[in-house]
T-cell receptor, first 110, second 118 residues
């Protein structure tokens, strides 16, 4: 059974304090690993897709990396507007189902 | 561009009542999905439709039915609502052609429906 766990559950950072979020997964044949950002009261918004171990993607202060068992979302010098819940999801070999983790709730304090 | 539109945004039901959640996308996507989101449990798939005319059960289908009305619209029906169905419901869509290198695999989500069943 495909599973995704995320840690920590919640993270509070001071503005400018870099950190990383973890996504650990178990899937029988990874087709893709996805990171989404979700603001309160809104639907998730796509950030990155990673397809194979060793791959990295960057967008502004965010960088996502992938190994065979986990993915990290690195946040460099975060700003208060980076505060959100970050969701990780894996897509299995059938290509249709996406299994989501519970998310990490990030708060960046000014 | 509207993207994925869900209605209603909020709904309160009494146990045993029925209702239909509506979802429409204007991106010409093939696949559509219904998820529920509960605290600490992440998004869980209820039903999905890989293409017009097909529907399949997800992880938590009990108590729900779906209809893929056409390529744009995918509705979720609760026939007899129960308190355990109190949740936030999200509709999503994506292009799906089965070949990763040409397929935009990412899901596009609506803004959600907050449903309370008393």
């Amino acid at each position: 059974e495909d599973q995704v766990t995320q840690s920590p559950e919640a993270l509070r950072l001071q503005e400018g304090e870099s950190s990383s979020l973890n996504c650990s997964y178990t899937v029988s044949g990874l087709r893709g690993l996805f990171w989404y950002r979700q603001d309160p009261g809104k639907g998730p918004e796509f950030l990155f897709t990673l397809y194979s171990a060793g791959e990295e993607k960057e967008k502004e202060r965010l960088k996502a990396t992938l190994t065979k068992k986990e993915s990290f979302l690195h946040i460099t010098a975060p700003k208060p507007e980076d505060s959100a819940t970050y969701l990780c999801a894996v897509q299995g070999p059938d290509g249709q189902n996406f299994v989501f983790g519970p998310g990490t709730r990030l708060s960046v304090l000014p | 561009n509207a993207g994925v539109t869900q209605t209603p945004k909020f709904q309160v039901l009494k146990t045993g009542q029925s209702m239909t959640l509506q979802c429409a996308q204007d991106m010409n996507h093939n696949s559509m999905y219904w998820y529920r989101q509960d605290p600490g449990m992440g998004l869980r798939l209820i039903y999905y439709s890989a293409s017009e005319g097909t529907t399949d059960k997800g992880e938590v289908p009990n108590g729900y039915n779906v209809s893929r009305l056409n390529k744009r619209e995918f509705s979720l029906r609760l026939e007899s609502a129960a308190p355990s169905q109190t949740s936030v419901y999200f509709c999503a869509s994506r292009t799906s052609r089965g070949r990763r290198e040409i397929t935009n695999e990412k899901l596009f989500f609506g803004s959600g429906t907050q449903l309370s069943v008393l």
